[in-house]
């Protein structure tokens, strides 16, 4: 099974060896200094170990795992999670039987307890009882098997794991056994519903399949941890993802006012985010604040690319007698969620580089219904092509349809909207002819052919000619940074791996080198093919996608 739902109650500490660490849960951790205490022990003496223990506080019993990487920087994360005591032990009962695993005789535990030896041996035959075990030696077995010593320790006296003592006790430890592999959590939110929701989803779990097919990262198993999310919702599905632990957070498309924050906490968490939206303020933010928000990387350039490349496509359509505009007037709509105050200027300076002469420039909401005055307004200015910006299916339709006196003489332009599996065919008639473009989807070559392959067998379904490819680069992006660190949790390490990655996919190459950790496109960014992703533009015809330019 691929996707998992979060679960709660999860706590995490991260500890470099010097200086402050840092928690999803302050208060929690301000008052058990003591786990703290535990975090920086572990950076200091834990050098590529990994340990679970139970800790019980009243009658409370909660699992840590404590795992500190074998690079260069020592680190420590641990994370608490509320937890059910293995057996139906209760606390005093799993005391006793850590004694019993730590050597401890039936006196000897009484001294440690502060109770009398008949009540030990009470306590004994219920967990002899509880755990099926025979003997002594058994229930040493048993607990060592369940990482079910508790802390604090009974007592110092305890002949326990190495690893464990150095963490809880005072002895340092020199060497510690090969630890076993925590997953890689890797967190998804997607939309409830939108454009290339399913193909996006689709994608990510593919390439999680076929990443744990292989293996896995080093060994290491990568678990998917998706939700979905309505738009108002997306803030609360982030912060349960944090508080799960994930690893790295992925991002689906989502309405950039609730966007906006949603990534800003997800950030101060330091997981990496990755995430494909195009409102330039997204990648401005992270170039306004390389501190605060270095952890988010957009693997696309912005959206600002796309009336460029309507005027090349607009040359090239009129270098082939395919297009002959009058006058040369562009229009454009953009949607109201990404409009800026720099808009306007940016459009006018690209249209008159081209030679086109920029004659309306309006912002319109997100989901708009009713085009009917915005059509009448259009329609005076006399443009010769319009673009419109990235609208929801909805939207496009709704503007397609009352759009329809326009369509004989000014050519129509859609932005990314149209990768959604299936849209010339919901679309019909009213696709018919339009020009879209997007600045990151599937490339020709072979990668792209083995992914169309593989997604079509695995899912009985088209892959669409760029939302699922995405998410299939963005999770196996991460998977390369994860594989040359020695944690997928060693956040640091892992940013510092994203930005120096130079790979190609399915949708081209991939380089967060762009302003704000963002991808580049080709050739709005950049000449060269191997930096970037190709703008590739589409005409949808005879009601199916045909390729103009890359």
């Given at each position: 099974?691929?996707?998992?739902?979060?679960?709660?109650?999860?706590?995490?500490?991260?500890?470099?060896?010097?200086?402050?660490?840092?928690?999803?849960?302050?208060?929690?951790?301000?008052?058990?200094?003591?786990?703290?205490?535990?975090?920086?022990?572990?950076?200091?003496?834990?050098?590529?170990?990994h340990l679970r223990y139970l800790d019980i506080a009243g009658n409370a019993v909660r699992r840590v795992s404590v795992d500190?990487?074998?690079?260069?920087?020592?680190?420590?994360?641990?994370?608490?999670?509320?937890?059910?005591?293995?057996?139906?032990?209760?606390?005093?009962?799993?005391?006793?039987?850590?004694?019993?695993?730590?050597?401890?005789?039936?006196?000897?535990?009484?001294?440690?307890?502060?109770?009398?030896?008949?009540?030990?041996?009470?306590?004994?035959?219920?967990?002899?009882?509880?755990?099926?075990?025979?003997?002594?030696?058994?229930?040493?077995?048993?607990?060592?098997?369940?990482?079910?010593?508790?802390?604090?320790?009974?007592?110092?006296?305890?002949?326990?794991?190495?690893?464990?003592?150095?963490?809880?006790?005072?002895?340092?430890?020199?060497?510690?056994?090969?630890?076993?592999?925590?997953?890689?959590?890797?967190?998804?939110?997607?939309?409830?519903?939108?454009?290339?929701?399913?193909?996006?989803?689709?994608?990510?779990?593919?390439?999680?399949?076929?990443?744990?097919?292989?293996?896995?990262?080093?060994?290491?198993?990568?678990?998917?941890?998706?939700?979905?999310?309505?738009?108002?919702?997306?803030?609360?599905?982030?912060?349960?993802?944090?508080?799960?632990?994930?690893?790295?957070?992925?991002?689906?498309?989502?309405?950039?006012?609730?966007?906006?924050?949603?990534?800003?906490?997800?950030?101060?968490?330091?997981?990496?985010?990755?995430?494909?939206?195009?409102?330039?303020?997204?990648?401005?933010?992270?170039?306004?604040?390389?501190?605060?928000?270095?952890?988010?990387?957009?693997?696309?350039?912005?959206?600002?690319?796309?009336?460029?490349?309507?005027?090349?496509?607009?040359?090239?359509?009129?270098?082939?007698?395919?297009?002959?505009?009058?006058?040369?007037?562009?229009?454009?709509?953009?949607?109201?969620?990404?409009?800026?105050?720099g808009v306007t200027e940016r459009a006018q300076r690209q249209a008159a580089r081209a030679g086109w002469n920029l004659v309306?420039?309006?912002?319109?909401?997100?989901?708009?219904?009713?085009?009917?005055?915005?059509?009448?307004?259009?329609?005076?200015?006399?443009?010769?092509?319009?673009?419109?910006?990235?609208?929801?299916?909805?939207?496009?339709?709704?503007?397609?349809?009352?759009?329809?006196?326009?369509?004989?003489?000014?050519?129509?332009?859609?932005?990314?909207?149209?990768?959604?599996?299936?849209?010339?065919?919901?679309?019909?008639?009213?696709?018919?002819?339009?020009?879209?473009?997007?600045?990151?989807?599937?490339?020709?070559?072979?990668?792209?052919?083995?992914f169309e392959r593989r997604f079509q067998a695995t899912f009985g379904a088209e892959p669409g000619p760029a939302a699922a490819?995405?998410?299939?680069?963005?999770?196996?992006?991460?998977?390369?940074?994860?594989?040359?660190?020695?944690?997928?949790?060693?956040?640091?390490?892992?940013?510092?791996?994203?930005?120096?990655?130079?790979?190609?996919?399915?949708?081209?190459?991939?380089?967060?080198?762009?302003?704000?950790?963002?991808?580049?496109?080709?050739?709005?960014?950049?000449?060269?093919?191997?930096?970037?992703?190709?703008?590739?533009?589409?005409?949808?015809?005879?009601?199916?996608?045909?390729?103009?330019?890359?």
């Amino acid at each position: 099974m691929d996707d998992v739902v979060p679960d709660g109650g999860g706590r995490r500490w991260l500890q470099p060896e010097l200086g402050d660490g840092s928690g999803s849960d302050p208060a929690f951790f301000e008052a058990r200094p003591d786990l703290v205490r535990v975090a920086r022990r572990a950076a200091r003496r834990l050098r590529g170990g990994h340990l679970r223990y139970l800790d019980i506080a009243g009658n409370a019993v909660r699992r840590v795992s404590v795992d500190v990487p074998d690079s260069g920087r020592p680190v420590a994360r641990l994370d608490v999670v509320d937890a059910e005591a293995p057996y139906g032990l209760t606390v005093r009962e799993l005391q006793v039987a850590t004694c019993v695993a730590g050597g401890l005789a039936n006196q000897a535990i009484a001294d440690a307890l502060g109770c009398t030896r008949r009540t030990v041996a009470t306590h004994l035959e219920h967990v002899f009882a509880k755990t099926g075990a025979a003997s002594r030696a058994l229930v040493a077995t048993l607990i060592a098997a369940e990482d079910a010593y508790v802390a604090p320790l009974p007592s110092p006296d305890l002949v326990l794991p190495a690893p464990l003592l150095a963490v809880l006790g005072s002895r340092t430890v020199s060497a510690v056994s090969v630890p076993r592999q925590r997953p890689a959590l890797l967190g998804a939110v997607y939309p409830t519903a939108g454009t290339g929701v399913v193909a996006m989803r689709r994608g990510a779990r593919l390439a999680v399949r076929e990443l744990n097919a292989r293996g896995g990262i080093a060994g290491r198993r990568v678990e998917h941890v998706t939700v979905t999310a309505t738009a108002d919702g997306l803030g609360d599905a982030v912060m349960a993802l944090t508080a799960r632990g994930v690893d790295a957070i992925m991002l689906g498309n989502f309405p950039f006012p609730f966007a906006r924050p949603a990534i800003a906490d997800a950030a101060a968490a330091g997981a990496p985010v990755l995430h494909s939206m195009t409102g330039p303020a997204l990648s401005d933010d992270v170039h306004a604040d390389p501190g605060g928000l270095g952890a988010v990387f957009q693997v696309c350039a912005t959206e600002s690319a796309y009336v460029p490349g309507l005027l090349r496509t607009l040359r090239y359509l009129a270098d082939r007698g395919a297009f002959r505009p009058g006058r040369r007037r562009l229009a454009v709509l953009q949607r109201e969620s990404t409009f800026d105050a720099g808009v306007t200027e940016r459009a006018q300076r690209q249209a008159a580089r081209a030679g086109w002469n920029l004659v309306f420039l309006e912002p319109v909401p997100d989901r708009a219904a009713s085009f009917t005055d915005l059509v009448r307004r259009l329609d005076l200015a006399e443009p010769d092509a319009v673009s419109l910006s990235i609208f929801p299916e909805p939207t496009l339709r709704a503007f397609l349809t009352a759009a329809a006196p326009l369509r004989g003489r000014a050519l129509l332009h859609a932005a990314w909207s149209p990768v959604a599996p299936g849209f010339a065919r919901r679309f019909g008639e009213l696709g018919e002819g339009l020009i879209w473009s997007t600045v990151i989807g599937n490339v020709d070559g072979p990668l792209c052919a083995g992914f169309e392959r593989r997604f079509q067998a695995t899912f009985g379904a088209e892959p669409g000619p760029a939302a699922a490819a995405v998410h299939y680069d963005m999770v196996n992006l991460l998977a390369q940074a994860w594989s040359r660190v020695s944690r997928p949790w060693d956040f640091v390490a892992v940013r510092e791996q994203l930005r120096s990655i130079a790979s190609f996919g399915v949708t081209g190459a991939h380089r967060f080198v762009g302003r704000g950790q963002r991808g580049l496109t080709c050739p709005d960014d950049t000449g060269d093919p191997t930096l970037g992703h190709p703008h590739l533009v589409y005409r949808i015809a005879g009601g199916a996608n045909r390729r103009l330019l890359s």
